[in-house]
């Protein structure tokens, strides 16, 4: 669901994913679901592509109520720069 087109020292790509998040609610834990593609324009720097502009495009999203689970728990939250190795 990956398509790239590469230019020299640019690029495009188009990702189409889901995302799943569980969340508490004063109701219960539900599950939130997105379906979006991402549009990326890339550049080369120092011998790497570099993300240099992210469109993310929500398609749809449905949430639903999940039983027998909890989401509490402790998660270490990053934000991903652009300059971080894996970005």
């Known amino acids: 669901n990956v ?6 020292d640019a690029a495009h790509s188009t990702c189409r994913c889901v995302a799943y998040v569980l969340r508490d609610t004063p109701d ?3 599950l939130f679901m997105r379906g979006l593609t991402y549009e990326d324009r890339w550049t080369r720097l120092a ?3 570099r993300i240099i502009h992210r469109r993310h495009v929500p398609e749809w ?5 999940v039983e027998g689970f909890t989401a509490s728990f402790d998660v270490v939250s990053k934000t991903l720069h652009s300059s971080d190795e894996i970005y």
Request: charged share 30%; proline share 6%.
């Open 3 to 8: 398509v790239v087109e590469i230019d020299g």
């Open 28 to 30: 219960g834990v539900r």
């Open 47 to 49: 011998a790497r592509f």
């Open 61 to 65: 999203s449905v949430e639903a109520p």
